[in-house]
């Protein structure tokens, strides 16, 4: 049987518990996290979207997952939040995706996942200004971030990090998170410190 054809494409936006910046990119996944264990949260606002004849257009959905340890000795919990006007279809469709089973980006990840935790159906809002995003879904997700800059004072660009191998996209740009609470399919986070990592960039996903 043929794998279904797919692709989606917009702005990927994450904070995760790691301090600003996190190692786990440049540590080739192998090295600690910086408080022991990760928990990230990973929204996706697809701008255009295709899953066989279903159209994915103008959706969302976050992906919440805790890494216990160094992220590649595996182990991961991980559920997704999809857009509460999603379709049957559409949510079946961004399941697939998110699952890695019909190839794409999370194909390579899915090895890690030892702990599938369900999805939920909730309101998803993504707001961009400038420099600044936020991705709020009442209730259970509220993160927010702000690129960072370097320290060349006449610099009109943040930060980048490229070549990085990351599923959502290879070039990111960093960001320091300003706030990060989660409260959904059995995660619980809660942070304001100003001192978490971040990072954002447009993606382009398509299965194999």
Request: glycine share 10%; with cysteine; aromatic share 8%.
């Amino acid at each position: 049987m043929a794998t279904p054809t797919w692709k989606i494409s917009g702005q990927y936006y994450e904070t995760c518990s790691c301090d600003f910046v996190c190692p786990c990119l440049p540590g080739q996944l192998a090295v600690r996290p910086s408080k022991g264990s990760c928990t990230f949260a990973m929204a996706f606002q697809i701008e255009r979207g295709q899953h066989e004849a279903v159209s994915l257009d103008g959706l969302g959905f976050i992906l919440l997952g805790v890494s216990p340890e160094a992220m590649a000795k595996g182990n991961w919990s991980v559920g997704v939040i999809v857009d509460e006007r999603a379709s049957e279809e559409q949510r079946d469709a961004i399941k697939a995706i998110t699952s890695g089973t019909e190839g794409g980006p999370m194909a390579a990840l899915s090895p890690l996942v030892s702990s599938f935790v369900g999805v939920e159906s909730a309101a998803i809002r993504f707001e961009r200004n400038g420099l600044k995003w936020s991705v709020t879904s009442p209730q259970f997700v509220d993160m927010a971030a702000e690129g960072a800059m370097g320290i060349n004072p006449n610099a009109t660009e943040p930060l980048r990090l490229d070549n990085t191998g990351h599923p959502a996209a290879d070039c990111l740009t960093l960001a320091h998170a300003s706030r990060s609470h989660v409260r959904a399919l059995g995660f619980e986070w809660d942070d304001v410190s100003g001192q978490n990592n971040g990072q954002y960039a447009p993606f382009s996903w398509q299965g194999a």
